[in-house]
Nanobody, 122 residues
Framework: VQLQASGGGLVQAGGSLRLSCTASGRTFSSYSMGWFRQAPGKEREFVGASSWSGGSTYYADSVKGRFTISREYAKNTVYLQMNSLKPEDTAVYFC????????????????WGQGTQVTVSS
């Protein structure tokens, strides 16, 4: 599986962005999908994840209520809708795929996208 993330950019605090992650292959529906981020000088952190069916999602406390993950199976794409963005959301965002149950650790994921930069100005 190859993952291509896109949609990052520069936005003012309080604004919104939607990230996309498109997967190659025909088994997209078999994978749990996760989003992670890494800010400069910091470790990669879990943002949120979706089960393979999309029926279950889980978010980090720092983004709960502001970020939403959804999946569009016809396009092999998972989205991360980010609202009420804060400067502390600035990071490179990565999508990842797990051929199994989703988790909050990067080690639970088998495939990674290349990352897309999100910058939130104050």
């Amino acid at each position: 599986v190859q993952l291509q993330a896109s949609g990052g950019g520069l936005v003012q605090a309080g604004g919104s962005l939607r990230l996309s992650c498109t997967a190659s292959g025909r088994t997209f529906s078999s994978y749990s999908m996760g989003w992670f981020r890494q800010a400069p000088g910091k470790e990669r952190e879990f943002v949120g994840a979706s089960s393979w069916s999309g029926g279950s999602t889980y978010y980090a406390d720092s983004v709960k209520g502001r970020f939403t993950i959804s999946r569009e199976y016809a396009k092999n794409t998972v989205y991360l809708q980010m609202n009420s963005l804060k400067p502390e959301d600035t990071a490179v965002y990565f999508c990842a795929a797990s051929y199994g149950i989703y988790g909050t650790s990067g080690g639970a994921y088998d495939y990674w996208g290349q990352g897309t930069q999100v910058t939130v100005s104050s």
